[in-house]
């Protein structure tokens, strides 16, 4: 039972620099989403699909792109990282996507940007 | 707009003591979910519960209970006889649409929990 994989777990970049984060499902979802973890902020949304062939912005989406590469697969791109984007990344995936849904989580991504 | 307050940031407490986690949450909406995740050391979210605005039923599901009254906009959380394997941090969150109309969780900062052996 995989779940909500991704990858890395851990990152260290300079200013600048570009990266991109992995995310897949294997639970056939339909919707999938990023958030940013940050202390005394909660969980953020970032960008999500609410299905194959579409994105939307969530709350905060300013120096982030994302692909939703297929059904599985959910990546999350950094093209300049800045210091603020230091965080902790989450994937999730929802069935439907509908408000009712719980969400399945990966473990997480943890970013640093130096 | 969707707004969920989890005013204890840290929580300790000896095994076996209870302990209540709070939550207060703050829509328009009439039709809404709440829900709460547990987060472990390990990092990952794990979903506990849900429960929509139209049912007010406490529930309880083993050492677990979830208070949900409509009248306070509070949908706490209760461990009885907690245990060290309940430490991790616990969040809050409330369905509803953000500002660019995306369907979202709203989660609250979180309360961490250690239980103490």
């Known amino acids: 039972n995989a779940g909500v994989t991704q990858t890395p777990k851990f990152q260290v970049l300079k200013t600048g620099q570009s990266m991109t984060l992995q995310c897949a499902q294997d639970?056939?979802?339909?919707?999938m989403y990023w958030y940013r973890q940050d202390p005394g902020m909660g969980l953020r949304l970032i960008y999500y699909?609410?299905?194959?062939?579409?994105?939307d912005k969530g709350e905060v989406p300013n120096g982030y792109n994302v692909s939703r590469l297929n059904k599985r697969e959910f990546s999350l791109r950094l093209e300049s990282a800045a210091p603020s984007q230091t965080s902790v990344y989450f994937c999730?995936?929802?069935?439907?996507?509908?408000?009712?849904?719980?969400?399945?989580f990966g473990s997480g991504t943890q970013l640093s940007v130096l | 707009a969707q707004k969920v307050t989890q005013a204890q940031t840290e929580i300790s407490v000896v095994e076996k003591e209870d302990v209540t986690l709070d939550c207060v949450y703050e829509?328009?909406?009439?039709?809404?979910?709440l829900f709460w995740y547990k987060q472990p050391p390990s990092g990952e979210l794990v979903f506990l519960i849900r429960?929509?605005?139209?049912?007010?039923q406490n529930e309880i599901s083993g050492r677990y209970s979830w208070n949900f009254q409509k009248s306070t906009s509070s949908f706490n959380f209760t461990i009885t006889a907690s245990q060290v394997v309940d430490s991790a941090v616990y969040f809050c969150?409330?369905?509803?649409?953000?500002?660019?109309?995306?369907?979202?969780?709203?989660f609250g900062t979180g309360t961490r929990l250690t239980v103490i052996p």
């Open positions: 999730a995936s929802s069935e439907t996507g509908l408000t009712n849904e719980k969400l399945f």
């Open positions: 639970m056939n979802h339909n919707s």
């Open positions: 699909s609410a299905s194959e062939g579409t994105t």
């Open positions: 829509t328009r909406d009439t039709t809404y979910y």
């Open positions: 429960r929509n605005s139209f049912d007010e």
């Open positions: 969150a409330l369905s509803g649409q953000g500002v660019t109309g995306a369907n979202n969780l709203f």
